[in-house]
């Protein structure tokens, strides 16, 4: 695939990174500032580094898990070997996006623009970003809900009760509508026609609304095509995959549960898994990049009843750092030395000019 030359405008990219750090510093700083003392330095001084590296670990294993599902389900989905090292690149690219995106829909297209660099056509990449995405999702919208019911406690809140619900409500009545597009994809076409013959009245859309039309038919017609075929003739992977994903989740929410150990205080494990289940569930639809801000304050919140106030500033700067930042700058570097932000800027164009050679076969 050729890389077509970017339009020189990395302002926004920066501009992103420059707010996610600028939420990140502000929270992180006042619930530092609130909880810090002479027991928290104590804490620190005596804190066990054999945790740290497992913290450390857990995160690799995540990374590792994830990489694994990214090169099964392209193989799957497209018959492409993409290799182990570069779905491990991918997925670093794609946590980098993911944390200075709003309500943390940047990797997708990433992860698609990695995908069609190796020559899997666009709605293979389409389904394996898709529905890797979906399936860790899935597991969340699941599982907070039903934790929520029977550990109400942990949303003492119940303003903040009654919006979870609210969200879940909403996520609920989007799944229905996915899988009856999924089940009826003409309806769709037909809906983008409609937008189509909308957006043709005015001639300076006319030529693209009919351009992407035909290339929007063709992405539904390759997506739908993909889904089924996994559904009917790789259901052994689809397993694989859903459990690959709840030990990739593990992982990740194992992580506080380490540092909390290597501060010297205990918390059952489950608990802190279940207070993550709800916690992520929220950051999935912030508007802050990456959930920056929200993130760090919503863990204030949730783990205040659990975390004694003078450990609870330290652990959740050692908890985003071993769950999102080091994974974010590792992303960073590799997309910046290898890729550049000018492309990541102009990446929707950049897979729209190659989408007539090689990304749709």
Same mark, same amino acid.
């Given at each position: 695939?050729?890389?077509?030359?970017?339009?020189?405008? !990395?302002?926004?990219?920066?501009?992103?990174?420059? &707010?996610?750090?600028?939420?990140?510093?502000?929270?992180?700083?006042?619930?530092?500032?609130?909880?810090?003392?002479?027991?928290?330095?104590?804490?620190?001084?005596?804190?066990?580094?054999?945790?740290?590296?497992?913290?450390?670990?857990?995160?690799?294993?995540?990374?590792?898990?994830?990489?694994?599902? *990214?090169?099964?389900?392209?193989?799957?989905?497209?018959?492409?070997?993409?290799?182990?090292?570069?779905?491990?690149?991918?997925?670093?690219?794609?946590?980098?996006?993911?944390?200075?995106?709003?309500?943390?829909?940047?990797?997708?297209?990433?992860?698609?623009?990695?995908?069609?660099?190796?020559?899997?056509?666009?709605?293979?990449?389409?389904?394996?970003?898709?529905?890797?995405?979906?399936?860790?999702?899935?597991?969340?919208?699941?599982?907070? !809900?039903?934790?929520?019911?029977?550990?109400?406690?942990?949303?003492?809140?119940?303003?903040?009760?009654?919006?979870?619900?609210?969200?879940?409500?909403?996520?609920?009545?989007?799944?229905?509508?996915?899988?009856?597009?999924?089940?009826?994809?003409?309806?769709?076409?037909?809906?983008?026609?409609?937008?189509?013959?909308?957006?043709?009245? +005015?001639?300076?859309?006319?030529?693209?609304?009919?351009?992407?039309?035909?290339?929007?038919?063709? +992405?539904?017609?390759?997506?739908?095509?993909?889904?089924?075929?996994?559904?009917?003739?790789?259901?052994?992977?689809?397993?694989?995959? *859903?459990?690959?994903?709840?030990?990739?989740?593990?992982?990740?929410?194992?992580?506080?549960?380490?540092?909390?150990?290597?501060?010297?205080?205990?918390?059952?494990?489950?608990?802190? *898994?279940?207070?993550?289940?709800?916690?992520?569930?929220?950051?999935?639809?912030? !508007?802050? !990049?990456?959930?920056?801000?929200?993130?760090?304050?919503? &863990?204030?919140?949730?783990?205040?009843?659990?975390?004694?106030?003078?450990?609870?500033?330290?652990?959740?700067?050692? +908890?985003?750092?071993?769950?999102?930042?080091?994974?974010?700058?590792?992303?960073?570097?590799?997309?910046?030395?290898?890729?550049?932000?000018?492309?990541?800027?102009?990446?929707?164009?950049?897979?729209?000019?190659?989408?007539?050679?090689?990304?749709?076969?």
């Amino acid at each position: 695939m050729q890389n077509i030359a970017p339009k020189k405008k !990395p302002k926004s990219i920066k501009r992103l990174i420059l &707010a996610f750090c600028a939420i990140t510093f502000i929270i992180i700083g006042f619930v530092v500032a609130k909880t810090a003392g002479p027991k928290t330095w104590h804490a620190i001084l005596e804190m066990r580094a054999s945790f740290l590296f497992l913290a450390l670990l857990l995160g690799i294993v995540m990374i590792f898990i994830n990489a694994v599902i *990214v090169e099964m389900l392209t193989a799957s989905a497209s018959g492409k070997k993409i290799g182990f090292l570069y779905a491990i690149e991918t997925v670093l690219s794609y946590y980098f996006l993911s944390s200075i995106s709003p309500t943390v829909t940047g990797g997708e297209p990433i992860m698609i623009y990695m995908l069609t660099r190796r020559g899997v056509p666009f709605g293979k990449a389409l389904t394996v970003a898709l529905l890797r995405g979906f399936l860790v999702l899935l597991v969340i919208i699941i599982a907070a !809900p039903l934790i929520i019911y029977f550990r109400g406690e942990l949303i003492q809140n119940v303003h903040l009760r009654n919006f979870f619900y609210s969200i879940a409500l909403l996520v609920s009545l989007v799944i229905i509508f996915l899988a009856y597009a999924f089940y009826n994809p003409r309806k769709i076409e037909r809906m983008i026609h409609a937008l189509r013959m909308k957006m043709g009245r +005015w001639r300076m859309l006319a030529h693209h609304a009919e351009t992407l039309e035909k290339k929007f038919d063709r +992405w539904i017609e390759d997506f739908g095509s993909s889904i089924k075929h996994f559904f009917k003739y790789q259901k052994k992977v689809i397993l694989a995959v *859903v459990v690959l994903t709840l030990l990739s989740i593990g992982a990740n929410y194992l992580i506080a549960y380490a540092i909390l150990a290597g501060l010297g205080f205990y918390i059952s494990p489950l608990d802190v *898994v279940m207070i993550q289940f709800v916690l992520y569930f929220f950051l999935y639809f912030t !508007p802050t !990049p990456g959930g920056s801000g929200v993130a760090e304050g919503g &863990a204030y919140i949730m783990f205040a009843a659990y975390v004694p106030n003078h450990l609870l500033g330290i652990f959740i700067v050692l +908890w985003r750092f071993f769950t999102t930042y080091l994974w974010m700058i590792m992303g960073g570097i590799f997309i910046a030395r290898h890729i550049g932000l000018g492309i990541i800027e102009t990446m929707p164009s950049t897979i729209q000019e190659g989408d007539e050679g090689d990304l749709i076969k």
